[in-house]
Structures are given as C-alpha cells and as structure tokens.
C-alpha cells in the first residue's frame, strides 16, 4: 500500500529582472526558437542561467527559490523545468517561455534533493539525501517516499519504462534498486568508493556507475544488480553519461579536468578528452546534445560551461555562467 505524503504546490512570482544580464524587456518566446536552449544551475547564487546555444548568448539569469540549484530536469513536453534546491526541500518549476517560476512543490520531511527525472506520465523522480530516500511525486503533486536507508542517496536514474528507480548512494558506495509501481526497496548492493555517476544503456538491460574515489567504473546486470564488469578510469569521476544512440559511456573527472571515453558493447577505454585539464576548474556535470555531437561539461570553478565537440574532442567554446554552475539542461523544440 502506498503511503502518501501531501507535499504543498506554492504558486511563487520570479521576478526575472533580478540578476539577469541586460536584454529586452521582452523575452524571447523559445517555443518558436530553432536554437536549443542550455539551463545551468548556479548553485553559487541561487540562481540559473537560459542560454541560447547557438548564439552562446546569456539571455537571462533567475533567482531560484531556496539555496543550491543544483540538477535540472525538461518536462516531457519541454514547456517546462524542474530545479532541485539542495540545501532545502523545495523543487521549482520553471516556465521556460517566460523564464519565471511558476510553482514551487514542498517536500517536506524529505530534504536535500539532488538527482531528479521528469517521466512522460507526468510524475517527477527525485532522490532525497538528507532522509536517505527517494520521492515519487505524481502530476497532481501527492508525494509518496521510498527509503532506501544508505548514506547520501544522491543520484538517481529511472529505468526506461518507468517502473524501476536505481540510485547511487555516494556515503555508503552502494546502489539501490527501487519498484516503482510497489514502491518497495528490492536491492541494494556495495558497488566502489565514493559511488555517485549512473546511467543506464538506452534499451535498460545495463546499469552504469563511476566511482570517485575509487577512480573506477563499474558495469551491472541492471536486472539483478550483478556485476558484469569494472574498469579504471580518470581520477575522480563524479559523473557518468552514455551517448544517446548508447556506443559510448563518459566520465567527468574533477582531478584532472578530462573525460574518459568507454566503448559501451567492449567495456574498453577509446581515449581521454582533456577539458579543463586540471583541478581548479572544478568540472562536474556533463551532457550530451540530443544529437550526440557536443557533450557540455560544467567547469564549476571558473563559471563556465566547456562545449566539447565529441567527435573531435576540441574545446569549441566556453559559455558563460552564474557562480559554480553545476546542474545542466537541454531544451530543444
């Protein structure tokens, strides 16, 4: 049986003005815009910046609601954005013609969310690491949580169909496994030091997780959470993403500002991308573009967001940011 929590839907008016760089009073209307649009969270502000990705143009910077913006998430049908606020228990929603929030869900008791998901039935995943859970809220924003009782419950992933919930427990090095449709607890299993990236293949059958202190990547039956294989990679990799059409699986290595590039079907290391090539830049978040073609990297340190051609692996341009940009989104229409 489902035990809900009713989390409060607080209706809050931005003011977009407020930190933004100067531009008309007028925003641009993204519904009708060729170029896609890059969201970075601020975490350092409090804020996120909108940028254009094809003119690499700022177009504006919005305070968030509570402390921390960190990960971002599209909804399904790309009118809106979901940002965690780490240091609180709030998400905000962000209409993103507008560039204002225009609700802000409240979820109580369960705090610090960090890795979240927007799912194409309308219900938004979240993992909740101050209680040591994960929440499921549904479009009508009753909350229902799932402990998964492991220290720092930080990432999460959601299986392509919608009835499974992995998550990367950074203070214990351990992964969960979630029933969504139960909301039960199946697994959990110990995976490296420092456990944090995840990602799963696009047809669901492998999970994927780096470790960061353990400079390793380890490959999982995402089925049973057995583990396949594992792989060292570059040093501290906090983040782990797979191309979209699923060839290739990359870490974002803090230590020394690179990206190791894993060949998915043999489990072998193809190259190292140097970004920001060391650690004062503070690189964590990376994504890919829809196409594949460019993986943005989140130089935290220096307040901007690298653009990485991946085929070349060549630096295009640094685009700007608010302070310790972190969290990235795509929208593209």
């Avoid at 909740?128 to 402990?147: C, F, K, L, M, Y």
């Avoid at 995402?222 to 990359?250: H, M, N």
């Amino acid at each position: 049986m489902k035990h809900w929590l009713f989390g409060s839907a607080i209706l809050l008016a931005a003011c977009a003005a407020n930190g933004e760089p100067a531009q008309s009073d007028a925003p641009q209307n993204i519904a009708n815009s060729p170029s896609p649009l890059l969201l970075v969270g601020n975490k350092g502000e409090d804020t996120v910046s909108f940028i254009d990705l094809m003119s690499g143009e700022e177009l504006a910077r919005v305070p968030t609601s509570h402390g921390w913006p960190h990960e971002i998430v599209p909804s399904p049908d790309k009118t809106q954005a979901a940002v965690v606020n780490y240091q609180d228990h709030h998400i905000d929603i962000f209409d993103l013609d507008r560039r204002v929030i225009v609700e802000t869900i409240d979820l109580g008791e369960h705090t610090r969310p960090h890795g979240i998901q927007w799912l194409d039935d309308g219900r938004i995943i979240a993992s909740t690491e101050g209680n040591q859970s994960i929440v499921e809220i549904a479009p009508d924003r009753t909350i229902v949580g799932i402990q998964t009782n492991e220290a720092g419950t930080h990432m999460v992933k959601v299986s392509p169909d919608g009835t499974k919930a992995y998550t990367a427990n950074l203070g214990a090095g351990s992964i969960s496994l979630i029933d969504l449709e139960t909301d039960t607890l199946i697994k959990t299993v110990p995976a490296g030091a420092g456990t944090e990236g995840i990602d799963l293949t696009p047809d669901g059958t492998e999970l994927w997780i780096s470790n960061r202190e353990a400079n390793t990547v380890i490959v999982y039956d995402a089925a049973t959470l057995e583990q396949i294989d594992s792989l060292e990679v570059g040093k501290f990799p906090l983040r782990l993403q797979i191309s979209p059409d699923g060839r290739y699986a990359v870490t974002s290595n803090l230590l020394d500002g690179s990206l190791s590039v894993i060949d998915v079907e043999t489990r072998r290391m193809l190259r190292t991308i140097l970004v920001s090539g060391g650690s004062s830049a503070a690189q964590v978040t990376i994504l890919f573009s829809d196409d594949g073609e460019h993986i943005y990297v989140a130089e935290t340190g220096v307040n901007t967001v690298a653009d990485v051609e991946f085929k070349s692996g060549v630096v295009v341009r640094r685009l700007p940011a608010g302070r310790q940009g972190d969290g990235l989104a795509i929208i593209t229409r």
